[in-house]
């Protein structure tokens, strides 16, 4: 991807190096934003373009076998117990992540023109997130957090968090290497900061009060794919501009087939139990990040119209 010398995002907020603490968990989501919210252009007959249900903060459905934690708790304002590992947020910035800093900020840069396109041109201001860069443990509005629960979005507080050294993890233990893999985690998060704004995230929050686990879990997947295909449409904004390097959707593709929930099941513990997906199998992750970038069009991401 062609990052270095743009511009970066003003909405980083780096705490990395500082003590994450103990709030032990952070009650409801509270106000989540703006209930039914806008609608983003359609450009045909997509159901109003944004669906309604549901999304969940990391992009890695590993989380949950990996930590004993609920994702879906996370992102609908459930509280958290607390950091299920021995890290801390007192090690210092690793060495050599000040590069990949700049181009997080770069790429969440890059989202936010795409956005606030989009919302301008239905006449809507487009509240940007703030990207949050943390190391080891952080605070959130969802509750605390450690680095092995990846990259989340926390409709809290409208904030997406990551500690860097996943790019590493993403590189060495799921075999997803290149910086537009990376920028395809962020631009992942990002959508589901739209889902927040557009009333995707509110809805779910009451709907799952009524929901079994295994009810929740087939939404999950729903909104999941169409953050997929909202990544997507960022790729294809990024194409426009002439930020795409030979490889970068490949790149991409790869990512979303590495963490698909049967790949990773599968990894871990050697078979895969569809009723516990809660992001979908690689194909569906590819193939909805696909449909974005062709497409280029968000209101072409209905996930929650007929199979996925």
């Not at 934690?69 to 304002?77: A, I, K």
């Not at 139990?273 to 992750?285: D, E, L, M, Y």
Request: glycine letters at 16%.
């Amino acid at each position: 991807m062609k990052w270095q010398g743009r511009e970066r995002s003003s909405n980083i907020e780096d705490r990395r190096g500082q003590r994450g603490g103990g709030l032990g968990g952070l009650g409801g989501l509270g106000g989540l934003g703006r209930g039914g919210g806008i609608r983003i252009p359609t450009g045909g007959g997509s159901r109003g373009g944004i669906s309604s249900l549901i999304g969940i903060v990391v992009v890695l459905g590993i989380i949950w076998f990996a930590t004993g934690q609920n994702p879906l708790d996370m992102l609908t304002g459930g509280s958290s117990s607390g950091p299920s590992s021995s890290a801390t947020s007192t090690e210092l910035p690793a060495e050599g992540q000040d590069e990949l800093a700049d181009f997080v900020g770069v790429v969440v840069k890059e989202t936010e023109d795409l956005w606030n396109e989009q919302f301008a041109a239905i006449g809507e201001d487009y509240p940007e997130p703030t990207v949050v860069l943390f190391s080891g443990q952080v605070n959130s509005a969802c509750g605390v957090a450690d680095a092995s629960v990846g990259p989340f979005y926390c409709p809290g507080d409208s904030k997406v968090y990551i500690d860097l050294s996943f790019y590493d993890q993403l590189h060495r233990e799921f075999g997803a290497p290149g910086d537009f893999a990376q920028a395809y985690v962020l631009a992942h998060e990002v959508g589901h900061h739209i889902q927040n704004l557009t009333g995707v995230l509110p809805e779910f929050n009451q709907m799952r009060q009524s929901m079994s686990q295994e009810e929740a879990n087939a939404y999950s997947v729903r909104v999941e794919l169409q953050a997929d295909c909202y990544a997507g449409v960022w790729a294809s904004y990024a194409g426009q501009q002439n930020l795409l390097d030979n490889g970068d959707i490949e790149e991409a593709l790869n990512a979303a087939n590495q963490i698909g929930d049967d790949t990773l099941q599968k990894r871990m513990q050697g078979f895969a139990v569809p009723k516990t997906f809660n992001h979908g199998t690689s194909a569906q992750r590819k193939a909805w990040f696909e449909r974005g970038y062709r497409s280029g069009n968000p209101g072409d991401c209905d996930t929650f119209s007929g199979n996925v």
